[in-house]
């Protein structure tokens, strides 16, 4: 069964503002380095050649730091997908109306979309959030996206999904017009042109890619004043959701929990944070390289791989969710030895 939440209907999320957001970032737990030196011990052990696994290795010595011990385990994964509207839509950047979006939550809750099918696949347990769809972000033409209070609130908002008993956080998203956010605020975040952020079948078939470039043009030139931090690119230029998934990444640091990213969106998000300070998503792996070219642009500035290139388009952790009995598949190798000692 799907769990939804909707930001509109929280009583959770105390008053928060950026400020009070940099501190917490400012006091992160340190890292248990143990569990690497463990994992390296048993490394050593094994009845195959030291490296013969390649990436499945990397996996498990990534998934041990993390959760702090040795061998990791994958008892209690949770995709979390949170869904958000955009007010720039209203500039005929997408052929969907956001009226969509309320389609693919639906689609969750019924059990009837794809990520239902591999949540039940990868044992997972599922989680919707809605970031009060009625109430979309403003058009960024015109202005800041968010108030810093949204904003900070929608980040807090995220930040609930991670709870104590969860071993690994698969984020995703939905939301019509959020490509054009993340794109928008990754061209600011990393001084990269706007044209080379386009390209995609996908991205052709369903925008019209004149336009969206200058309606981001725009959003850049109106907000340029204040997008002057990466928490404010966040503001003036993303998403409900997208912020959401910064307060996730967040709390899975301060917890120690492993991340896994779905796509483009979802490693914009990363983005922001690594842009205040790299350490703050070393806890996060790209499940999947997606086809819209501007992924690879931001992988590269992560110095970040992703465990698949499989083609995948479809957000709503579709591709991140394949990627779970991957990293299960390198638990299952990592743990062969020679002997017992």
Known sequence: MTEVSNLSNSTNTSSINFSEILKLLDDLPIVDLESTKTAQKHENKKAVSVGSFGRLDEIISWLSLWQGKYPPRIDHP???IFAGNHGVTDQGITQYSSNMTAKMVQDCISGGAPVN????????????????????TQDFTQGPAMTEEECARAIAYGMLAVEDNI????????????????????????????????????????????????????????????????????????????AAEVGAIIAARIAGT????????????????????????????????????????????????????????????????????????????????????
């Open 258 to 341: 492993p991340v896994l990213l779905d796509g483009f969106v979802s490693t914009a998000a990363a983005l922001v944070l690594h842009k205040i300070n790299p350490e703050l998503i070393l806890h996060c792996c790209i499940s999947h390289l997606s086809p819209v070219p501007a992924h690879s642009i931001i992988l590269n500035a992560l110095n970040k791989r992703p465990i698949l290139e499989l083609g995948i388009s479809m957000s709503g952790a579709v591709g991140a969710s394949v990627a779970i009995n991957i990293i299960r598949a390198s638990i299952a190798c990592g743990t062969i030895v020679t002997d017992n000692n």
């Open 117 to 136: 099918q591999l949540a039940v696949l990868a044992d997972a347990d599922l989680r919707v959030y809605e970031m009060a769809l009625e109430q979309p």
């Open 167 to 242: 071993d690994l956080l698969v984020l995703g998203e939905m939301g019509i017009g959020n490509e054009i956010s993340a794109s928008a605020m990754c061209c600011v975040l990393l001084s990269e042109n706007i044209e080379d952020w386009f390209g995609s079948e996908k991205q052709e078939k369903n925008t019209n890619i004149t336009n969206t470039v200058e309606v981001i043009r725009a959003g850049i030139e109106v907000n340029k004043l204040l997008i002057r931090d990466p928490l404010n690119v966040l503001r003036c230029l993303g998403g409900q959701e997208i």
């Open 78 to 80: 949770r995709i979390c």
